[in-house]
């Protein structure tokens, strides 16, 4: 039972890291229909340039964040007006092809700059923890949970209250009427992909800090990570990444307690297909984004 | 009758002899155009076959995978091309070709002849099963679906320890009375791999004239239109389904049995998958020549490279992709057909195509 509480706890904090990588991922994908195979490189690149302020300023990853944030926002601001703005009315398997392409690119910058050593960057209080009756709570990790949920609540309040979030919303959900009302698709396009990269930064971030990332491993399985996530929570809800990253993690820590080897992987790949089947539009998503003719 | 009412009716006969004659034209032409791809495929197979007496065994394996790989990419254009359902777990139905064939030769000790086959029936059963849910689903949810299935096979398999070996690997027996089969050589899968890659492209080019790759064209461009016509969409897109998967499988036979010893993290490697649907772009989809074109171009391009380039090899791959996509977004094949008949020949127009 001990065992089992502990495995909710950690599931739980898990999922709130796995639910901020999902979440600049959901976004791009519900508002552009571009499914970008390179989030896991900007996460990773995100994680670098914390180490590297870490590294040679000493600052703390948390204070780092905003740093952080506004250099992914630029790269991901300039990916998408210079590169996927040109492609993004090509058949999926294409704006699929330039991401895998652009994150081979960066991926391999990054191995040839910092090598492909497992990095980490080293605080006091990380690997600290406090218990809660008899589970016991990693601080980093608690933080990092903490962090995902008011960003995604932050994000969310963005979209529904702000005339940004609305203009990013309405070019989602109609681009040609949108453009008709005055909104610049392409520099919304290129804000939505930059807060994207920005949250995909932040949550490497947060990796870097409480476990540790390299340029070769880390970023396919945080793509993939993504992937689920988002499929699970469905698009057109801010709140979707949120579910679906905290049925994740609870999902991976429980699953892992009681089956062997790696069957875990199995079986989250079987909840992802069957939720596709029955539920294609994730389990609080907006049917809109299931339904729609792609190809 | 008067010469009005005769003249129309003249008119109408005539409209229709000259349509009629069209239409031989047409037929004409397709039937002329159809030997023309035929001979073309003879002689690049002589050609490759002759090739075979004057290289090295170095230059054999290297034709070798691009053989491959143009079966691959020929296998990925029959669903992800004529029939628009990107799939990306292609690489499930090469994991379990090769599975198949290795666990048949080494735990029951049968022959290579007997294993490929049921390599073939071991992709297509498994590709009818996850086919008749999947393909309901549209665009990228497909994708994922099927990346998720390639993903769960491979971890089904390295779970199977007492079966599969699991994450140990698996060794196919090539020396003295262990062998089920003798093994070929550098020689006899440069041939082998030849025939699958002729095979496959012949097959796709019979498919693409048929009634039922008419069918599958139809299914992608408007699903529901298909529908309404008679045509019976679910099975057209499982059966392409299960052909690219019998296409793909046998090459993971034939893969399997040339590595001798593999993990499951090498034949269900995704990146396999993104290479074929990379080759398939890049040549053109939804066509005959483009997957060929974009294999044999692709995996030349990357081997030289590799050979030259060392540590930047990866980087100026990636870089390569990026640009094919932005400046070839249909395909090189297509490209050149279309400058071929508009007789323009302008980059700027590919871009504008698909951009903002």
């Known amino acids: 039972m001990t065992q089992f509480l502990q495995a909710l706890a950690y599931g739980a904090v898990q999922g709130g890291l796995l639910a901020l990588v999902a979440v600049g991922f959901s976004l791009v994908w519900g508002v552009m229909n571009v499914i970008n195979l390179s989030h896991g490189a900007l996460a990773v690149t995100g994680a670098y340039v ?45 704006t699929l092809l330039l991401t895998f392409g652009l994150s081979l690119v960066v991926l391999n910058a990054l191995q040839l700059a910092f090598k492909s050593d497992d990095r980490t960057i080293d605080t006091s209080y990380a690997s600290q923890s406090f218990v809660i009756g008899v589970v016991n709570i990693p601080y980093g990790r608690l933080a990092a949970c903490l962090l995902a949920v008011a960003i995604t609540v932050g994000l969310a309040a963005v979209m529904t209250r702000t005339r940004l979030g609305h203009a990013i919303s309405a070019t989602g959900m109609d681009r040609g009427a949108a453009r008709l009302m005055g909104i610049r698709a392409r520099h919304i396009y290129a804000v939505t992909f930059g807060i994207s990269a920005a949250l995909a930064g932040i949550a490497g971030t947060m990796i870097a800090t409480v476990g540790s990332f390299n340029p070769t491993t880390t970023p396919g399985q945080l793509t993939l990570d993504a992937f689920v996530i988002s499929v699970l929570g469905g698009l057109g ?42 539920r294609p539009s994730g389990l609080i998503g907006k049917a809109q984004f299931s339904g729609r003719v792609e190809v | 009758m008067s010469t009005e009412t005769a003249s129309l009716a003249a008119l109408l006969e005539g409209r229709r002899g000259s349509r009629n004659e069209q239409v031989t034209e047409w037929l004409r032409s397709r039937t002329l155009a159809n030997s023309w791809g035929a001979a073309a495929l003879v002689a690049l197979f002589a050609a490759m076959l002759g090739l075979e007496q004057v290289i090295e065994p170095g230059t054999m394996r290297l034709l070798s995978a691009v053989f491959m790989f143009v079966a691959l990419a020929q296998g990925w254009n029959i669903i992800g091309g004529f029939t628009g359902y990107a799939s990306f777990g292609q690489v499930a139905f090469f994991g379990i070709g090769a599975y198949t064939t290795a666990v048949l030769m080494n735990n029951y000790h049968a022959s290579f002849w007997i294993a490929m086959p049921a390599a073939i029936v071991g992709g297509v059963l498994f590709a009818v099963l996850i086919g008749l849910p999947l ?72 498919l693409a004239r048929s009634r039922f790759g008419y069918a599958m064209v139809a299914v992608h461009e408007d699903e529901a239109a298909a ?67 974009g294999a044999a171009g692709l995996e030349l391009l990357s081997q030289y490279l590799r050979i030259n380039l060392g540590t930047y090899n990866q980087l100026i791959f990636g870089a390569i992709v990026v640009a094919v996509v932005v400046f070839f977004p249909q395909g090189v094949v297509n490209f050149v057909r279309d400058a071929w008949r508009s007789r323009r020949l302008s980059l700027l127009d590919n871009i504008r195509r698909y951009r903002l």
């Not at chain 2, 398999?157 to 550098?186: C, D, E, H, R, W």
């Not at chain 2, 010893?261 to 483009?290: A, C, K, N, Q, R």
Request: net charge neutral.
């Open chain 2, 135 to 206: 393909l309901r689903l549209r665009g990228h949810y497909f994708a994922i679906a099927t990346l998720g299935a390639a993903e769960g096979a491979r971890e089904v398999v390295n779970n199977m320890t007492p079966i599969t070996g699991g994450g140990l690997g698996i060794t196919i027996p090539t020396f003295g009375s262990q062998a089920p089969t003798a093994y070929f050589g550098k020689p006899g899968f440069y041939l082998a791999f030849l025939l699958l890659a002729t095979a496959s492209v012949a097959l796709s080019a019979v």
């Open chain 2, 227 to 293: 529908g309404a016509l008679g045509i019976n969409t679910t099975t057209v897109k499982v059966v392409a389904f299960a052909v690219s998967a019998a296409i793909v499988a046998c090459a993971g036979a034939l893969y399997a049995f040339q590595q001798i010893e593999f993990y499951p993290t090498d034949v269900f490697d995704s990146s396999f998958t993104v290479l074929m649907v990379i080759m398939v772009v890049i040549g053109g989809s939804g066509s005959v020549v483009g997957p060929l074109v």
């Open chain 1, 50 to 94: 914390a180490w590297l302020l870490n590294l040679h300023f000493g600052l703390d990853p948390f204070l780092a964040i905003p740093f952080v944030g506004v250099t992914l926002f630029a790269i991901g601001y300039v990916i998408q007006r210079g590169l996927i703005n040109l492609v993004i009315n090509a058949p999926i398997f294409l």
């Open chain 1, 237 to 278: 809800n801010m709140y979707g990444a949120l579910v679906g990253g905290f049925v994740l993690g609870v999902a991976e820590t429980v699953g892992g307690l009681l089956l062997t080897g790696t069957w875990v992987n199995a079986i989250a790949m079987a909840v992802l297909i069957v939720t596709l089947i029955i």
